[in-house]
């Protein structure tokens, strides 16, 4: 019987030490440096976009997270689960579109969407803009002022009314697990280029996905699922 492989000690040592060393320590590790240095020259085309990859990261995480919650939410008919819901659908609307934009990290084009979702996304977008960035008309915002005059006074009545979805619109979970496929598709073709580039294996760190993301297992492995 194989006994399990123990795990590894690795230790970080500062480049102004290896003068310290041994003569034939030190042309070891400057032999190190100085072919890690050439092979990352090569593939720095390559990790500048993995980079930018990586930066979308942090934004994919937080929409799964805030789809969860609303997905969770139970209804209310109270003022404070209206605006504790609204609050959830802020947050994801501008993540979702801090993601898609991209900035400095990997945008997402409404052409790399299936047909099927970009309804979808052009609705979030839209509640994006009109609803939550400026208020600029939204279909789901409708208010009135109502003013009547009695007995020499003038009497103001206000008429609001306000959409939403509850626990969000039903379509934004399976958008969020294409997303999620496509980043990693996206990571794992970058980690073939560099591997095909360098000759060398790239590895990502991985781990557990969080009780929060999908456990299905035919869903793809996710960037929720990386540390």
Known sequence: MEEPEQPRDYFVLPEEAIKFLPEEWQQHFHALIDEGQAVLEIADDNLRNLNRL??????????????HRLASTKFEATMDWVLENDM????????YVRLIDGGIGSG????ALPPELRPVHDNIIELRNKRYAHNAGHESIIGSLEIGFESGNFDIGVNFNMGFHVGGANDWKSLLEFLDSLMFNRLHAQLEKLKEKTGREWIFPSGSPPQWVSTDPEHNPSVGDTP
């Open 88 to 95: 959830l659908t802020l947050a994801f609307v501008t993540t």
């Open 54 to 67: 990586v930066h979308a990261f942090p934004s994919m995480a937080s929409l799964r997270y805030i789809q």
């Open 108 to 111: 997402v084009s409404r052409s």
